[in-house]
């Protein structure tokens, strides 16, 4: 498919396609695709691709190998990673490479991607791997975008694309308020099947955009916006295929017949579903979720705040609020910069210097916003009948009533496509991809993510702003932090955003990304998830006890995983014969992503 082809296909359906677009948002896919194209200046790539074979394999032996998995899955459902890399976009992603590269699209690609379509489909490619000793990397739909996409972490893996095939809603339990997934069923697919049954007294959780694996989000902790936005502590029950074949069910599910697998998620015994998350340790192919009730009404707000300098107070204001649940779900203060670029206009659209954008630019253009000219945005949400909300409601406005300048904006005088109506319908459980906007900021508009967990402290605020906004400055990239506030704990996430297509400026993020990292650490704040290509930097800053936390996770990864073929390198866990031999990614690994070879 030509450049001009990709850009004028239509968008696929949900009714179509696992990955596809469900028919409420195809008006706003199209306009988000257009505006994708409009904005990218990649050159198509002309360099022959040499063939991306598995390490320590011989190319013959691995063509025979996947003939013979293919007598297992279908011949349809085993593909070599031959062909030019496409990038496609959010809808259309691809499977052979990180969409968002930040190094070389070449450095972390697959050899070829398989499909089971079942557990026992996914267990005899975990077997076959085990034969060959092919390291696998299992996706589920290979949307984490920001964090690696579905890129392998070591070249010439095969992708398992367990999304394809296996992409079924096992169960909606309408009492029970639960749900039981495979890996393919997306953020969109649940909210549309749950209403597809009428069930209006259920809501979903989602992240920033639906597109996403309900499974592939929660193993990596990823979050939403309702009062059940920390998905893993929401997950109820795992059926885990392990690295050497045999296939568990974890909590309730390993009783045979179990009627609470998705109500009671601890079962008998040691509590063993946390050593699946954001790990190389088995591969989920089914997963319980538990489901909010609808909370019989919600109410959307948003405030300003005038001053940078306003940060301090307002984490303190905010902190007693959260944690006695006044303020009810995530709690999101993001910076107006974020507010300018989520109207998905490009930088230049508002100054074609160089380095970060002037704050003066940045305010002149704020003011010209239905928001209006402020540094901070508040956007919360408040839920149940009217007088609890109300109730609620008196008590925030009188608590940001006290910083000087703070503005609540009446929703009423917003347009429809104002960025406060997404942050509306995503905290009302109702999926969207205006989020995907800002990424336009930049031609070949890609991201990656600093994410520090912190206590909800102003001194804490401060310190990671000032440390962003230094090292933001130091490399000439546009600062847009968001504080997000948990019940007990805040994650101030970064987007650095950048053109994928310039190597000057990956290497400038990815280094501004590991510098931040190293220093956030110094101060004793960690990252609570990150991209692969720094999975190695952020699993070396948790080394209290010398290292004692990663010797654990080695001596799990090397009795689960003996002959290392899951995801090695993941999250930072290496196999033993890949330990030793270069292959964890440094400062001085440039662009090089891999070692020399394999034991």
Not at 117 to 138: D, H
Not at 293 to 305: D, I, L, Q, V
Not at 447 to 457: C, G, K, L
């Amino acid at each position: 498919m030509s450049f001009v082809e990709e850009a004028q296909s239509d968008v696929p359906l949900l009714s179509e396609k696992h990955s596809g677009i469900p028919e409420f948002l195809l008006e706003k896919a199209r306009k988000a695709k257009v505006s994708v194209f409009e904005t990218r200046t990649k050159p198509k790539v002309t360099r022959n691709r040499l063939p991306v074979i598995p390490p320590g394999i011989e190319e013959q032996v691995f063509v025979e190998a996947l003939d013979e998995l293919a007598k297992h899955l279908g011949s349809g459902n085993v593909d070599r990673n031959d062909k030019p890399l496409r990038d496609g976009w959010y809808m259309e992603h691809p499977n052979t490479h990180d969409l968002m590269a930040i190094v070389d699209e070449e450095e972390l690609v697959p050899s070829a991607i398989v499909y089971p379509g079942s557990t026992e489909e996914v267990r005899q490619v975990v077997l076959w791997a085990n034969k060959y000793q092919i390291p696998i990397f299992p996706i589920s739909m290979g949307r984490n975008l920001g964090y690696g996409g579905a890129a392998p972490r070591v070249r010439g893996s095969v992708t398992v694309d367990l999304g394809r095939r296996m992409n079924k809603i096992l169960d909606i339990s309408p009492e029970d308020y639960t749900c039981l997934l495979e890996p393919g069923v997306s953020f969109f697919a649940l909210y549309e099947s749950i209403k597809a049954k009428g069930y209006d007294h259920l809501w979903i959780d989602v992240p920033d955009v639906g597109g996403g694996s309900v499974i592939g989000n929660t193993v990596d902790r990823g979050v939403g916006y309702t009062p059940y936005g920390d998905h893993w502590a929401c997950h109820a029950g795992l059926e885990v295929v392990l690295p050497t074949g045999e296939v568990i069910r974890t909590g309730m599910g390993a009783l045979p017949g179990s009627n609470t697998w998705q109500t009671f998620p601890y079962g008998f015994g040691p509590y063993s579903d946390g050593i699946f998350s954001q790990s190389n340790f088995g591969i989920v192919t089914k997963m319980g979720m538990t489901l909010m009730p609808n909370p019989n009404g919600y109410e959307s707000f948003m405030y300003t705040f005038q001053k940078e300098q306003d940060l301090d107070q307002l984490i303190e204001i905010i902190r007693p609020l959260r944690i006695s649940n006044i303020l009810e779900n995530v709690a999101q203060l993001r910076h107006v910069k974020q507010t300018i670029a989520a109207h998905g206009k490009p930088r230049t659209d508002y100054y074609k210097g160089d380095g970060p954008i002037p704050d003066d630019v940045v305010h002149s253009v704020a003011a010209t916003l239905p928001t209006g000219d402020h540094t901070w945005a508040y956007y919360g949400m408040s839920y149940g009948p009217p007088h609890i909300r109300q109730y609620k409601l008196d008590i925030i406005d009188a608590e940001f009533k006290k910083v000087p300048g703070s503005c609540r904006i009446d929703p009423s005088m917003l347009p429809p496509d104002e960025y406060f109506w997404a942050r509306d319908r995503i905290a009302a459980g109702i999926p969207d991809i205006h989020e995907l906007r800002w990424v336009n900021w930049m031609p070949n508009g890609a991201h990656i993510a600093f994410s520090p967990v912190s206590p909800i402290r102003g001194d804490d605020a401060k310190k990671l702003y000032e440390l962003a906004k230094r090292k933001h400055d130091e490399f000439g990239i546009d600062l847009f932090p968001a504080f997000c506030v948990g019940l007990r704990e805040m994650h101030l996430i970064v987007e650095l955003v950048y053109d994928r297509a310039d190597p000057t400026r990956r290497r400038d993020v990815l280094e501004c990304l590991r510098q931040m990292i190293a220093e956030a650490a110094d101060c004793s704040y960690g990252e609570y998830r990150c991209h692969l290509a720094v999975a190695d930097d952020v699993s070396k800053t948790y080394s209290w006890n010398d290292g004692a936390l990663m010797k654990f996770h080695e001596k799990l990864k090397d009795a689960l995983d003996p002959n290392g073929i899951m995801a090695p390198g993941r999250c930072g866990i290496w196999p033993k014969k890949y330990r030793n031999r270069g292959w964890e990614m440094t400062k001085d690994s440039g662009e090089n992503t891999q070692g020399n070879g394999v034991a």
